[in-house]
């Protein structure tokens, strides 16, 4: 049976002690999702606390980073999403997120919904992936690839 979360309390407690242990261990993200059996971006969030993981990832999770059956069980649970608070976020990394749809998320929405249609790019049926590339110009460059599927809104 599927369980939810109501209050992120408990779900906030087991991510610290996740890259707790995982610091400890000097395990990398990857190296955790290699056990999961899942990709880095989703196991990665499930550790974080905004994805439930099925049981036998979940197990294997909490085996490696030597956590307890409770904490293998929690991570099974559907979490309360959200992992920034209502204020600007003030950590340089997740503001620049936060600058680049303050400066694109309009763009964004116009050129989705020219493309598509009035409706939605799902952040449940999604997929994430973080990759380094060099940069002509020197340098290193990031490629984030948001690749969510596209849900018409339905009148009624």
Known sequence: ???AQFDPTARQLLAAAAVEAKTRKDLSWQQIADASGLSVAFTTAAVLGQHAL???AAEAVAGLLGLDADAALLLTTVPTRGSIPGA???DPTIYRFYEMLQV???TLKALVHE???DGIISAINFKLDVKKVADPEGGER????LDGKYLPTKPF
């Open 1 to 3: 049976m599927i369980h």
């Open 54 to 56: 099925p049981a036998d």
């Open 88 to 90: 600007v976020p003030t």
């Open 104 to 106: 694109y998320g309009t």
């Open 115 to 117: 493309e598509f249609g």
């Open 142 to 145: 990031a490629v984030i690839t």
